[in-house]
């Protein structure tokens, strides 16, 4: 099985817009994954690190990325292609709920 990096996107309004029911599918289907053993969480602040010719480790607060909105959460997924993965997030919060997922293939 390949690995995936997720990153959900969203925000409160698009999560608020979305019936409650497909709200509530989107969380049982995380439920599932997490019990099948899948890494997942809810993004905090983020903070960048630098550590050029590592010579000095400097910090900043904030996300490197920029996107129309906000992080939301990550998951590594294991799947035996995109398409599988792609069919997994499909099902997520982050993507019913008016926002979108980023899949990532892990390479070797």
Not at 43 to 51: D, L, Y
Not at 90 to 101: D, K, Q
Request: glycine share 8%.
């Amino acid at each position: 099985m390949a690995k995936f990096m997720t990153i959900g996107y969203g925000d409160q309004a698009g999560y608020e817009r979305t019936n409650q029911a497909v709200r509530d599918a989107a969380h049982e289907h995380d439920a599932r994954l997490r019990e099948r053993g899948v890494e997942m969480g809810i993004a905090g602040p983020p903070v960048q690190v630098r550590n050029h010719d590592a010579a000095e480790v400097t910090t900043e607060r904030g996300s490197f990325m920029s996107a129309s909105l906000p992080v939301a959460g990550f998951a590594v997924i294991e799947a035996a292609t995109l398409e599988e993965a792609i069919d997994i997030v499909s099902r997520t919060p982050c993507a019913v709920a008016h926002g979108v997922v980023d899949v990532w293939p892990l390479q070797d």
